[in-house]
Structures are given as structure tokens and as C-alpha cells.
């Protein structure tokens, strides 16, 4: 995808989640959040401010495994996915990274049917 359809669809895709929680439209931190509660599998419910950063992790991960740069190890007691560093991700200048994860984060939601 060029950058103006990554964009287009990363815009769409705030559009729709704002209107799916009847919020303002998220940001990557927030696309993150959902992703992580979503790999977790535990339903919603209050975070600490530890494990909202943890389930930012957990989406990293996801994401980034999808490029084959993380895999799964397995889940501990509580039922949190673990995942382990593979290979290791190019050092990605910020517009990279970004358009990077809003790609990662766009075909998360069209994959999962989400």
C-alpha cells in the first residue's frame, strides 16, 4: 500500500471504531489497547495503568509477528500471552514506524473480521 491508502484506511478504520464505542476517533496507543484486550481474551474490564502497557506490549507483539519478528512462547498462569523476540526489527526512522504499525494495526482488523 502507498502511504495515501495506508491513510485513507487507517482513517477509515478510526472512523469506525469511534462509532463502535461511541468515542473520539483512537489513536495508534489506543488501536494498541484493543488489540491487546482482543489477544488477551479475557472480556474488557478495568486495567491498572501497568496493564494497559502490558497489553500495548501484547499487541506489539502480535503485530510484529506477523512480520515474523516475535513469537509466541505460550501464556502464563493468569492467562497473558508471552511472546519472544525471533529476529531482530530494523531500526525504523518515526514515519516508518508509524506508517509500519498503522499497516500492521489496519490488516489486524481486516484479518480478524473486527
Not at 495515501?4 to 472512523?15: R, V
Not at 498462569?77 to 531482530?88: A, F, I, R, S
Request: hydrophobic share 40%; net charge negative.
Amino acid at each position: 500500500m502507498t502511504p495515501a491508502e495506508i491513510n485513507k484506511k487507517w482513517s477509515e478504520l478510526q472512523i469506525r471504531i469511534a462509532e463502535d464505542f461511541d468515542s473520539e476517533k483512537p489513536d495508534v496507543k489506543v488501536m494498541l489497547f484493543l488489540i491487546g484486550v482482543q489477544e488477551l481474551g479475557q472480556g474488557p474490564r478495568k486495567f491498572s495503568k501497568r496493564q494497559k502497557e502490558e497489553l500495548m506490549h501484547i499487541a506489539n507483539c502480535k503485530l510484529f509477528s506477523l512480520m515474523g519478528f516475535y513469537e509466541l512462547e505460550g501464556l502464563d498462569q493468569d492467562g497473558w500471552p508471552h511472546w519472544k523476540l525471533v529476529k531482530t526489527i530494523p531500526n525504523y526512522t518515526l514515519l516508518e514506524q508509524e506508517m509500519t504499525l498503522k499497516t500492521l494495526i489496519i490488516n489486524y482488523f481486516e484479518e480478524e473480521n473486527i
